[in-house]
């Protein structure tokens, strides 16, 4: 099952795109499913995710937060509680100790990518915690996601492939991660994150 783990509409500052033009192109694309990672959960999502569901596409929910070091891909069995995680920063070792709490999974984002404020980078190496990094990022160019392929291959850390679909559908259907079976929702998301084999993928 292909997942783009990593996209935002017009939900999250910065970006234009209207949620359910993302979801109707992913459609046309080898994507079984996207996972929104805007500011945070709201009823009308719902009907998002039913229009998903009307296509044959999974719609799941997650959340970007920016912290003292880089930015982190958030995922809760129940996203509802995405909306306690409020605020413009957090620290790294707290946003990592509430998300865990929760029962969730914590992935790094293009941690290797330098033009953005506070970037990981190497400071992978000293945070303990994490979930998997996203090695295969449409928001990175081919640099960074080599570097962050050999910090999670010397961690010993799972892999993951998002587009960062923000200002355009470039990208859409070309990064995705690839899970073995099916998953359903957002517990089924985070179970897998925790417990399962997946792999970053990049198709052109």
Do not use: C, W
Request: hydrophobic content about 40%.
């Amino acid at each position: 099952m292909f997942l783009d783990l990593h996209v935002h509409s017009n939900r999250a500052k910065g970006s234009n795109l209207d949620p359910y033009e993302i979801v109707a192109r992913a459609k046309n694309t080898i994507l079984d499913g996207v996972v929104f990672t805007d500011e945070g959960y709201s009823e009308n999502d719902i009907k998002l995710r039913d229009y998903g569901r009307e296509l044959g596409l999974i719609v799941l929910f997650g959340k970007e937060v920016r912290t003292d070091k880089g930015h982190m891909l958030i995922y809760l069995p129940d996203p509802v509680r995405l909306n306690e995680l409020s605020g413009d920063e957090f620290k790294i070792n707290e946003v990592i100790k509430i998300v865990r709490s929760m029962g969730g999974a914590i992935v790094a984002a293009h941690p290797y990518k330098k033009d953005i404020d506070k970037p990981l980078g190497d400071g992978l190496f000293s945070v303990e915690g994490l979930t998997a990094i996203e090695t295969e990022s449409g928001f990175s160019d081919n640099t960074a996601n080599m570097l962050a392929y050999e910090a999670a291959s010397r961690l010993g850390l799972p892999m993951v492939g998002g587009s960062a679909t923000k200002d355009d559908f470039e990208n859409l259907g070309v990064y995705a991660t690839l899970f073995a079976g099916k998953v359903g929702d957002e517990q089924g998301l985070v179970d897998k994150l925790l417990n399962s084999r997946y792999y970053p993928v990049t198709i052109k």
